[in-house]
């Protein structure tokens, strides 16, 4: 399968159409344990991706009934949605067959009514007829900012997991592997380069590698992402302080977790890669639109066909020549824009037994076999929601592109069939192994028969009589041997894999949650059509770019929440320390609760605040010390109700905090496990704030004479999973690491 591996991704390859599906295809998402994913919860992401230019001509939008609705459309978003310069005359002789069989044309597809025929905007800019792609859209725009680092030429090899030993097969430069995935250049030599202000990147310096304490498989935290631009390349690690967000395709995606040890178990433990998360639906779920060409030339010469682009030299020159000239002609109208999403009761008088043999199916009978009960459940459910809406006249079966030619390609719409796709082996430059499973399920096919005897309809139909079609594949008198034998023949893709990494829930065989966040991860969440639960009767990117918005506000919605903020320690520091350590990835806090400690070097004193957003009920205390370090100020964060028990530490103590007063705090803990786990939370803080691990332990020690004996050590103890105790623990942590610095240089 072909992947946009540019910036744009497939955006940039695409047939550029424009559509959303059916208002059944979103209220199915929710119905399916995903409150706010219907119509009402995505219509306002679609609006808010594009801005719409309708038809410029009454005459034209009259002729082929091209309407729209104000109010489902967007007109100030970054995606140009819009329509040609040029219009093929034979795409009215196809509505009106569709008309003349009982299928409705639809006022506008877009607020949700796709059971018909439509002819579809693309993005396409109105103003110069060029593609407008989410690089031109999403990209150029922003390109500038200081804090967005696009690095090109590169290839992901794995998640760098908190706790979890790395898959060898992606940490270690191979001599061969696949051209999959390489950069289309060796590399940058001289380093990676962000922007036009050529920023610095938020890359670890060569040798470096976070220490990582081990995590409770149930909330694993990702620490960083790892990659190269080739397989033969050392591997770089980028090192992340709040979230990542994989957003590589359904394909693609799907490896990457794969990689990292997120997945199917028995799979990853063959191919001996370290289980992080038992992930039984990673890789599964996986659909298509499958379609089925066909071959009808129209032999009528006084209709224009885009054929003569490619068979007639001058005439392609002269739509050049009136393109360059006046963003006109037929070079603007490059995609099929005509098409249709028939319902099957409304072309077929075998929907009732169709239906009937589908229901009649177990659960498993036509899935791949061994599967986790959780995928056969959620497959379950998603079956009972497909039969139930293909029994209507409101949703679509199958999907006809018109290319005004003489073709009419049918395709499955809301496949019964799930394939998979996963990685075969443990290099990441290997392509993952997929296996669509076209028409395995028998009703997918049943849907392609009736779709290819109802075109004989249509071209039997007198507005289509007139454009002198030859029935040459399938052939008019081809029986139902003959015409699976053309399924046979011609069956391919028509680009749009999705569901691999389903948002459902976990019973169900689920990857991701609502808010798409991977379930048994505090900071990783998926946005591509990987989360998808079921294919929606569309072309994919309008539905891509609205699951895309929706999922920015739901990340920015986190961001805004200090009480989401996972409980791991997420660090960011910005400090003067000494000339020995490195800082790794300065940013500024601005949301959450901040700690500071500020040095006082005229009276040898660092003074310790807390403060939670919006900034109020601060408290102060002092740390008396001996001569100080040119430590200036440095920050940390942690969560809201980590953030209040430091605060009541705080004002519980003395006025000065010394290392008698934290001795007391850590004696009065619950359990020795805090104890325990203190050393631990120290190398994990200094770690994550870019200290490096032998300068870390060396704070460690200096840190193990102001707490009690056996305070600091190696083993984690019991104190992890975001509870009371290990929020002690950090707390402790924390005003330890400031002594630390404070006191390095006497110790």
């Not at 992947?3 to 059944?24: F, T, V, Y």
């Not at 009690?708 to 290990?726: C, F, L, N, R």
Request: aromatic residues 8%; hydrophobic residues 40%; charged residues 10%.
């Amino acid at each position: 399968m072909p992947q946009g591996k540019a910036l744009g991704g497939g955006s940039i390859l695409n047939a550029m159409c424009w559509n959303r599906g059916g208002q059944d295809d979103y209220d199915a998402w929710a119905a399916l344990g995903n409150p706010g994913w219907d119509w009402d919860g995505m219509l306002p992401y679609f609006m808010k991706s594009e801005t719409y230019t309708p038809v410029d001509s009454e005459q034209v939008a009259a002729e082929y009934s091209i309407n729209y609705n104000p109010a489902v459309h967007g007109f100030s978003g970054p995606v140009q949605v819009s329509y040609p310069k040029y219009f093929y005359p034979q795409s009215v002789n196809f509505f009106d067959a569709l008309n003349y069989l009982g299928v409705p044309t639809e006022f506008d597809q877009a607020e949700g009514s796709t059971a018909g025929a439509a002819f579809v905007p693309t993005d396409l800019d109105p103003n110069n007829q060029t593609r407008s792609d989410a690089r031109v859209t999403y990209y150029d725009p922003y390109s500038t900012r200081e804090n967005l680092h696009v690095i090109t030429g590169q290839h992901v090899t794995q998640l760098i997991i908190e706790g979890i030993t790395d898959n060898p097969a992606t940490e270690n430069p191979t001599s061969g592997g696949n051209t999959n995935g390489e950069g289309t250049a060796s590399g940058n030599t001289g380093g990676l380069n962000f922007g036009p202000e050529i920023a610095p990147a938020p890359v670890a310096a060569p040798g470096t590698r976070l220490v990582r304490q081990a995590s409770s498989l149930s909330q694993l935290r990702i620490t960083g992402v790892q990659f190269a631009p080739n397989a033969t390349a050392p591997r770089q690690t980028v090192y992340a302080t709040r979230e990542v967000i994989v957003a590589a395709g359904s394909l693609h995606s799907t490896q990457l977790l794969e990689l990292s040890g997120i997945g199917p178990a028995a799979l990853l433990e063959e191919l001996g890669i370290t289980v992080a998360l038992n992930l039984p639906g990673v890789g599964n779920n996986l659909q298509d639109h499958c379609l089925v060409g066909t071959f009808y030339p129209y032999n009528n010469a006084s209709y224009p066909s885009p054929t003569e682009l490619t068979t007639n030299g001058t005439y392609n020159t002269e739509c050049e020549e009136e393109y360059y000239a006046d963003k006109t002609g037929p070079w603007t109208a490059g995609s099929p824009n005509a098409l249709a999403f028939p319902p099957l009761p409304l072309i077929s008088n075998n929907t009732d037994a169709i239906l009937s043999n589908a229901s009649s199916q177990s659960p498993t009978d036509y899935l791949l076999p061994g599967l986790d009960s959780t995928v056969i459940a959620g497959f379950d459910a998603q079956k009972q929601s497909l039969i139930t809406r293909l029994g209507t006249t409101t949703s679509a079966a199958y999907e006809i592109i018109n290319n005004n030619a003489g073709s009419l390609t049918v395709a499955v719409m809301h496949p019964l069939s799930r394939g998979v796709c996963y990685i075969n082996s443990p290099d990441p430059f290997e392509p993952p192994v997929i296996d669509p499973r076209w028409l395995s399920n028998p009703t997918d096919r049943s849907v392609l028969i009736e779709a290819l005897k109802f075109n004989r309809q249509i071209l039997a139909a007198p507005s289509m009589q007139l454009l002198q079609a030859a029935q040459f594949v399938p052939p008019v008198d081809a029986d139902d041997d003959a015409l699976n034998q053309v399924i046979n023949n011609g069956i391919r893709t028509e680009f749009h894999p999705s569901g691999t990494l389903a948002m459902l829930p976990l019973e169900m065989g689920g990857v991701v949650d609502s808010t798409l966040l991977v379930y048994g991860t505090q900071n990783l969440r998926v946005v591509d059509a990987s989360i998808f639960p079921l294919l929606p009767a569309a072309h994919l990117q309008a539905v891509v770019y609205a699951v895309a918005e929706k999922a920015a506000d739901i990340i920015k919605a986190v961001a805004a929440q200090p009480s989401a903020i996972p409980t791991s320690v997420s660090t960011a520091a910005q400090s003067t320390i000494p000339a020995t350590t490195q800082v790794i990835n300065p940013s500024t806090i601005n949301f959450g609760v901040e700690f500071t400690a500020t040095l006082s070097p005229s009276s040898r004193t660092v003074s310790v605040s807390a403060s939670s957003t919006p900034l109020s009920n601060t408290t102060s205390s002092q740390i008396s010390s001996s001569p100080a370090t040119n430590l200036s100020v440095s920050v940390m964060q942690f969560t809201t109700s980590a953030g209040t028990t430091l605060m009541s530490t705080l004002s519980g103590e003395a006025s000065v905090i010394t290392p008698t007063a934290i001795k007391s705090s850590v004696d009065a803990a619950e359990s020795s496990s805090i104890k325990a786990s203190i050393g631990s939370s120290v190398i994990a803080v200094l770690t994550s704030a870019g200290v490096p691990p032998p300068l870390a332990t060396s704070f460690e020690s200096a840190i193990a004479t102001q707490l009690p004996t056996g305070a600091v050590t190696t083993d984690i103890g019991s104190a992890q999973g975001g509870g009371s105790e290990s929020e002690q623990a950090l707390i402790a942590a924390f005003i330890a690491w400031i002594i630390a610095f404070f006191h390095l240089d006497g110790k």
